[in-house]
């Protein structure tokens, strides 16, 4: 029923959003560990390292 249709839409739209806020997540956290680590690596040189 349309009903039916509706919901796995909703569903399908819903299970989508959360792949797409994980990626996203994943990038942003990627990109704070990115930089962390160019710190330390910088403050590692900058030491004498």
Same mark, same amino acid.
């Given at each position: 029923?349309?009903?039916?249709?509706?919901?796995?839409?909703?569903?399908?739209?819903?299970?989508?959003? /959360?792949?797409?806020?994980? %990626? @996203?997540?994943?990038?942003?956290?990627? !990109?704070? /560990?990115?930089?962390?680590? %160019? @710190?330390?690596?910088?403050?590692?040189? !900058?030491?004498?390292?």
């Amino acid at each position: 029923s349309a009903r039916m249709v509706a919901m796995k839409n909703a569903t399908d739209n819903a299970n989508q959003f /959360i792949k797409d806020l994980t %990626l @996203e997540y994943n990038k942003m956290r990627q !990109a704070g /560990i990115t930089t962390e680590l %160019l @710190e330390i690596a910088t403050a590692q040189m !900058a030491l004498g390292g």
